[in-house]
């Protein structure tokens, strides 16, 4: 600048331009090795969106999620067909974008956060989609009840205004079915359901059966099939999330109704093993179960608003105790665990009380409530310990005072714990019922049969 010193602003800008990184924005496939696709010449973050250009057809885009060697592992997020070597692959955009907001309930979005419901373009707002987690110390403390309009869950395993919960089940014993009951009859703002991995003929009858005209206009659904790539399974369940963190940011009570888990950890393990992942507990890669805590623990309180998250688990062959059912187990704030046995016996909802827990029912129910559901539990327990004498009639009454009551009981609160879908209820009325069963004993009547 005509031999004058440089200003220091000046001059410290200058040397911040030479020593920035440069960004190559375009690129080309140097191969495909299953779903994935290698690139060189491109440099981005990971995370990063990117088109690959096929000759005369739709660019397909796909998510940088790896790298070696100055090249970039890519997972597209459609068909690869079309894909060759040399093919352009450029830079879309370094940050995931979603829609957000009001403008979004009633909605049926894909795992790209993209209305396919024909109900015409979103009005929403659109925002960045951050993957962290709130501050522990900063969560604001469960104090709230949170009434699903279902009796079983709201008098047993009472859920609080930001808790986490795991539904874990097998196949066919209604799991769907108990997600669109506490979709319809929850006493939250709004809510966001993720279908991950669903059967595409499920998705409708969900939509129209299990939530209605009613359930839907509160809520938003973003949908990822079975037949869709891992990574768009993947990116559904963090649509969902984010849209579920927007509305907590502005202050309302939010339910995140998930389904499945199960499926969402096969589609990672399916991005993990194509990466170069080994695997490492029955075929899942270590990716699994990092990633697991990082999406749940993202929803709970925040600062005003909450997130309350019902997550499903796909039980494989039943078993309780593999390993994403352990691990979800292990992050989230109690698990409800649906029944084959009872849904064989037309007990709907097929919730075993007596194996499901809520870990934050203590600190937010009244000691009356916690006396009558653990009066409960106890008749329930009794009664399973002497099932087998009773049903083949090897009982005989008055042998015990407190088998004797579980027999009178039963049926009471059997009647309590069976539920049609479209019946509803808050946590008052449910205190209510169990009181009119007779569930705690008069004052001087304890051990006295009657």
């Given at each position: ?59 397909v ?20 067909a079309g ?22 309930l ?7 956060g ?8 979103l ?41 986490r ?118 075929g899942?890669?270590?990716?699994v179960?990092s ?10 309180s ?41 849904a ?6 097929a ?100």
């Amino acid at each position: 600048m005509n031999g004058r010193p440089h200003p220091p602003l000046l001059g410290h800008l200058r040397r911040a331009v030479s020593s920035a990184t440069t960004v190559h924005a375009t690129g080309s496939v140097t191969r495909v090795v299953g779903n994935t696709i290698e690139a060189a010449g491109l440099t981005v973050r990971l995370g990063s969106i990117c088109w690959v250009d096929l000759e005369g057809d739709i660019p397909v885009s796909a998510e940088v999620v790896g790298f070696r060697d100055q090249r970039i592992t890519l997972v597209p997020f459609g068909d690869i067909a079309g894909v060759q070597p040399g093919s352009p692959v450029r830079l879309r955009e370094q940050q995931f974008r979603v829609p957000v907001g009001r403008g979004v309930l009633g909605r049926v979005l894909d795992g790209f956060g993209r209305p396919i419901d024909d109900k015409g373009p979103l009005h929403a707002d659109v925002r960045v989609m951050a993957a962290s987690t709130p501050d522990p110390l900063a969560r604001a403390r469960i104090t709230r009840t949170m009434s699903t309009g279902v009796r079983a869950i709201d008098g047993l395993l009472t859920t609080g205004m930001g808790q986490r919960m795991g539904i874990f089940a097998g196949s066919g014993v209604g799991k769907s079915t108990l997600l669109g009951m506490i979709a319809r009859h929850s006493s939250t703002d709004a809510n966001v359901i993720a279908l991950i991995g669903e059967r595409g003929r499920e998705v409708q009858e969900f939509i129209d059966e299990q939530l209605g005209p009613e359930g839907l206009a509160r809520s938003v659904v973003v949908v990822a099939t079975s037949d869709q790539p891992a990574l768009l399974r993947l990116k559904a369940a963090e649509v969902a999330m984010a849209i579920a963190e927007a509305f907590r940011d502005d202050g309302e009570d939010v339910t995140l109704l998930m389904d499945s888990v199960t499926r969402l950890a096969m589609a990672q393990r399916e991005i993990g093993l194509a990466a170069g992942e080994p695997p490492a507990l029955r075929g899942y890669p270590p990716s699994v179960f990092s990633y697991l805590p990082r999406l749940l623990e993202r929803a709970g309180s925040g600062d005003e608003g909450t997130i309350t998250g019902f997550f499903t688990v796909l039980v494989e062959g039943d078993d309780f105790n593999e390993p994403v059912a352990d691990t979800v187990r292990s992050i989230l704030d109690g698990h409800i665990v649906l029944t084959r046995s009872l849904a064989e016996r037309n007990h709907y909802p097929a919730i075993d009380v007596l194996a499901s827990v809520s870990r934050v029912m203590p600190s937010i129910t009244t000691d009356h409530h916690r006396r009558l559901a653990g009066s409960l539990r106890a008749a329930l327990a009794e009664y399973e310990g002497a099932k087998d004498l009773i049903e083949v009639g090897a009982y005989a009454p008055g042998s015990s005072v407190a088998i004797d009551r579980s027999i009178r009981l039963k049926p009471d609160i059997d009647e309590l714990l069976r539920q049609d879908a479209g019946e509803t209820g808050d946590v008052g009325t449910v205190v209510g019922a169990m009181e009119a069963i007779g569930l705690l004993e008069p004052a001087g009547g304890a051990g006295v049969a009657r």
